[in-house]
C-alpha cells in the first residue's frame, strides 16, 4: 500500500512538473483513477523536497533518452539532496554520453534546487550544448554553467547564445565557462547579443583559449562596458590565448575603470599592452586580486611598471608572469617588489618558464628569503640544472613563510646532491605543505628519490606530495611505499607515469594497511594500463593486478570526512590567494592522459590558479562511497580487448600549443583525486601556477 501511494505521489509530481505554466484543456489534464477516490485527495504531503521530484524526473527521461538510471547516479543524486549540495557536477558520473546528458538537462528544465552546473572536457559536442541552454527557457534557478573543453563549434556557441538571449526573462546565468570553445568572431558577437538582453549583470565570465581575435574581444569588452550591471558584478574576466592587441589593449582600458568589484583577469597570451592595462589597474581598480600576465613579452620597461603595481598595490596579491621572456633581473626585481609589499598577508608568485642560472637563482630566492608574506611559489618547465637547483634551495633556506612550492618538470640536470637540498629544505620548513616535483621525459629524478623519501620519514608538515613522471619504477615505488608506512603527516599522494607493474602496486596496498592518515591517493591510470599490457594474456597475473587495485581503493574508500575536512582548511588557507577561477580543475583523464586533480586536491600551481573555492563549486566535494569508488579511475580493459593507447604526452604541452586538444568523454570519474581539480569548481584562484598535468599554468 505504501509503495502504491509513493508511486501514485511521484506520477502526479512528474506530470505537474511537465505541464508547469500550461494551460490545458480539461479532457488533456491528468486523470488517474484510485479506489477509494478518497484516498488521491489524502495524498497530498506537504513538499517532500527537491529530490521526490528530480530522481523520478531524471529517470523518466533517462527512459525517453534509451539510455540507463545506473545504482552510482541514483546514489549520487540521493546523495547530493541529503547533504544540500546545489552543484550537480556530472563530470562525477562514469561513461557520460550525450543521452544521459539529455535527461539530465530535460530533469533541470522545471528544477529549483540546482545552482549550478558542471561539465568539463567531455567533448560530447553542440548537441549537448544546445540541450543545455534549452534549460534557460524554463529554469530561472541555474546561475553558473561551467562546460569548458566541450568540443562545441561556431555554429553551436552561436546557437547557444541566441538562445539565452531569447530567454533572457527566464534566464539568471551570472557565471558562464565556455573555455575552449570554437567561440571565433561570429560567436562572441552572439554572446554579445546575449550579454546584452540580460536584465542582470554577468559575475564571472570564462573564454579561454576561443579562436576570438581583436575584432571580437573588442565587441565584447564594448559590450561589457555598455550593459547597465555589470561593472557592479562582474569579478572573474578570463580572455586568456585570444587575441586582444592593441585594439584590444585599448577596449580593456576603457572597460577597466567600470569594473568596480573585479577580482581576477586573466590576460595570458593575449598580445597584451601590459603597461596601460597595469597603469588603469594601479589608478582605478582597488578589488583586483589576481592578475594572469603568462605568456605575454614583459621588456624591461614593461618590468619596471610591474614592480611599482606589486610593491604599492594593498590587493593584488597573486601574479602569474610565466613564459614571458623575462629577464633574470626582472625576475628579481619583481619577486623583491612583490614580497617588500607589507598590505600583502600572503603573496603567489609564478615565474614558471623563463631564463634562470644559478648567480639570478640565488639572488631571487634571497631576495624572498626574508619575506614574510611569500605563501606560493611557482618555477615550473624551467630547466634548472644541478646547480641552480641547489641555489635555489638553499637561498630560500631563511624564508619561513612559503606554505606551496611547485619545481615540476624543472629537473633537469638534477643530481643526489640536489634531492639532497630539497629534502634539506622540507625538512627546515615546518609550514611547507604541498610540493610538487614531478618529472617529466626530460626532467626525471628516477632513483634519486630514494634519500629524499627517507628523509620525509619523519616529516610532520608536507600534507601534499606530487611525484608524477619521475620514472622511479618499481624499486622506487617500494621505495616510496615504506616511507608511507612510517610518515604520518601526509594526506595526499600522486604517483602516476612511474612504470609501476604489480610489484609497485603490491607495495603500495601493503602500506596502506599500516598508513590510516593517507585519504588522497589516485590510482595510477596510466601506470596501470602499461601493467596490464605487459601482462599479455596471463589471465592469473592479471586478475591478481586487478584484485591489488581494487583493494587500495577498498582501503581508501570510508576516508573521504577526513578528505572533506582537510578541504575546508586548505579552502581557508587559500582564501587570500584568489577569488577566481581562472585555471579550470582539469577534466577527467582519457586512459594515457596523466592524471589531473581534483578541486578537493590541487596542485600548488592549480591552487595558485584556483586559490579561493567558492559556494558553487566547494558544495560538490562531499560524495558517497560508491561515486568515490567510481571515480577512482575503472579499470582499463584486458590488453586482448583493448586498443593499445598511445604513450603518455608530456605533462605540458609548449608554450605555443593555443589549444589542447578536449579529452574524450570517458566514464572514470574524478576521484576525490583525479586531478588535482573546483571552482566553483573549483578551489579557484586565477593566476600563478601551471597546471598538475595537461595544460599550461597559464592556460587560462
Known sequence: MDQADELITCVRRCYAAYTEGGDYPEELKFKLRVHPPHRIRALEPPDPGPDRLFIPLYCAFANKFHTKETPEILEMLQHIFATGVTTLDLNRIADLNIADLQAFASALHHNTHFTSLVLRGAALGDVALQAISQIFVTNSTLTALLVPELGVSREGVIRFARTLESSHVTCKLRTLDLSNAEV???????????????????????????????????????????????????????????????????????????????????????????????????????????????ANKIDKVTAMCLVETMATTPTLHTFNVAATRSSSESLVAMTGALCRNRDLARAHLSVSENTLNAVWARRLAETAATSTNLHTFILEDTPLGDKTLI???????????????????????????????????????????????????????????????????????????????????????????????????????????????????????????????????????????????????????????????????????????????????????????????????????????????????????????????????????????????????????????????????????????????????????????????????????????????????YTH
Not at 554577468?202 to 569588452?221: D, F, M, Q
Not at 607493474?501 to 602499461?530: E, H, M, Q, W
Request: glycine share 4%.
Open 184 to 294: 571565433q568572431d561570429r560567436g562572441a558577437l552572439a554572446l554579445v547579443n546575449a550579454i546584452q538582453a540580460l536584465s542582470h549583470g554577468l559575475e564571472e565570465l570564462y573564454l579561454g583559449h576561443c579562436s576570438i581575435s581583436s575584432r571580437g574581444t573588442v565587441a565584447l569588452l564594448q559590450a561589457l562596458r555598455n550593459h547597465t550591471h555589470t561593472g557592479a558584478t562582474l569579478h572573474v574576466l578570463d580572455l586568456s590565448f585570444n587575441t586582444l592587441g592593441q585594439p584590444g589593449s585599448s577596449a580593456l582600458v576603457e572597460l577597466l575603470p567600470n569594473l568596480r568589484v573585479i577580482h581576477a583577469l586573466g590576460l595570458a597570451g593575449t598580445q597584451l599592452d601590459i603597461v596601460p592595462v597595469v597603469s588603469v589597474l594601479r589608478q582605478h581598480n582597488a578589488s583586483l586580486r589576481s592578475l594572469n600576465l603568462a
Open 391 to 697: 641555489a635555489l634551495l638553499e637561498g630560500f633556506e631563511a624564508n619561513q613563510s612559503l606554505q606551496w612550492l611547485s619545481l615540476a618538470r624543472s629537473w633537469k640536470g638534477a643530481t643526489v646532491k640536489s634531492v639532497r637540498a630539497l629534502a634539506a629544505f622540507v625538512n627546515s620548513h615546518p609550514g611547507l605543505r604541498k610540493l610538487d616535483i614531478s618529472g617529466s621525459d626530460r626532467a626525471r629524478l628516477g632513483l634519486l628519490l630514494r634519500p629524499f623519501f627517507d628523509s620525509l620519514t619523519n616529516n610532520t608538515s608536507l600534507t601534499t606530495l606530487h611525484v608524477d613522471a619521475n620514472q622511479m619504477r618499481d624499486e622506487g615505488v617500494e621505495d616510496m611505499a615504506e616511507f608511507l608506512r612510517k610518515n604520518r603527516a601526509l594526506r595526499e599522494l600522486t604517483w602516476d607515469n612511474n612504470q609501476a607493474t604489480l610489484a609497485g602496486f603490491k607495495a603500495i596496498r601493503d602500506a596502506l594497511d599500516v598508513n590510516r592518515t593517507l585519504y588522497i591517493c589516485p590510482i595510477p591510470r596510466n601506470d596501470l594500463s602499461r601493467a596490464m599490457r605487459s601482462l599479455g594474456n596471463n589471465e592469473r597475473s592479471l586478475n591478481l593486478l586487478r584484485d591489488t587495485v581494487e583493494e587500495i581503493r577498498a582501503k581508501l574508500r570510508g576516508r573521504e570526512a577526513s578528505a572533506s575536512a582537510e578541504a575546508t582548511l586548505d579552502t581557508s588557507m587559500a582564501a587570500g590567494a584568489s577569488e577566481s577561477r581562472l585555471q579550470r580543475p582539469p577534466t577527467p583523464p582519457a586512459l594515457e592522459i596523466p592524471t589531473r586533480p581534483n578541486p578537493l586536491h590541487l596542485t600548488p600551481g592549480q591552487m595558485m590558479m584556483q586559490a579561493s573555492i567558492t559556494p558553487v563549486v566547494q558544495q560538490t566535494l562531499p560524495s558517497p562511497s560508491s561515486v568515490s569508488t567510481a571515480s577512482q579511475d575503472s579499470l582499463p580493459p584486458t590488453p586482448s580487448s583493448a586498443h593499445p593507447p598511445a604513450a603518455a604526452p608530456h605533462p605540458h604541452p609548449p608554450p605555443h600549443a593555443h589549444k589542447p586538444l578536449p579529452t574524450p568523454p570517458q566514464r572514470a570519474h574524478t576521484d576525490l583525486n583525479t586531478s588535482a581539480s573546483s571552482s566553483a569548481l573549483n578551489t579557484s584562484s586565477l593566476s600563478v601556477a601551471s597546471t598538475h598535468t595537461h595544460t599550461h599554468t
